[in-house]
Nanobody
Framework: QVRLVESGGGLVQVGGSLTLSCSDS????????MAWFRQAPGKEREFVSR????????TYADSVKGRFTISRDRVKGTVYLQMNNLKPEDTANYYC?????????????????WGQGTQVTVSP
């Protein structure tokens, strides 16, 4: 079982930036697709971005395209989500997930390992 730990969340003003990190200390997910999802209060968990095992395939949700950047460092066993020009609607708990396969998808059901989440709050 992959063990994932997110960090980097916090409170930021509109237009600000944050970088989230997802650490896999045992580096057991280095050959797996990875993704970020988020869940706001009262809403379903939604896809944010995914990255394949080697970074060759990257996908973003339309709502974050052009503002967020996903990347990974397989040596460090870490996946990042750089978030710029944050908006109040980006407020949510952000989760890192490891896919069963090497590419990953945009569907939460295809991910079998999840972190505990890190809260991002964007104030007007």
């Amino acid at each position: 079982q992959v063990r994932l730990v997110e960090s980097g969340g916090g409170l930021v003003q509109v237009g600000g930036s944050l970088t989230l990190s997802c650490s896999d200390s045992r580096r057991t997910s280095s050959n797996n697709g990875m993704a970020w999802f988020r869940q706001a209060p009262g809403k379903e968990r939604e896809f944010v971005s995914r990255i394949s095992w080697n970074g060759g395939i990257i996908t973003y949700a339309d709502s974050v395209k052009g503002r967020f950047t996903i990347s990974r460092d397989r040596v460090k066993g870490t996946v990042y989500l750089q978030m710029n020009n944050l908006k109040p609607e980006d407020t949510a708990n952000y989760y890192c997930a490891a896919s069963r396969g090497s590419v990953g998808t945009t569907f939460a059901r295809d991910y079998n390992s999840w972190g505990q989440g890190t809260q991002v709050t964007v104030s007007p």
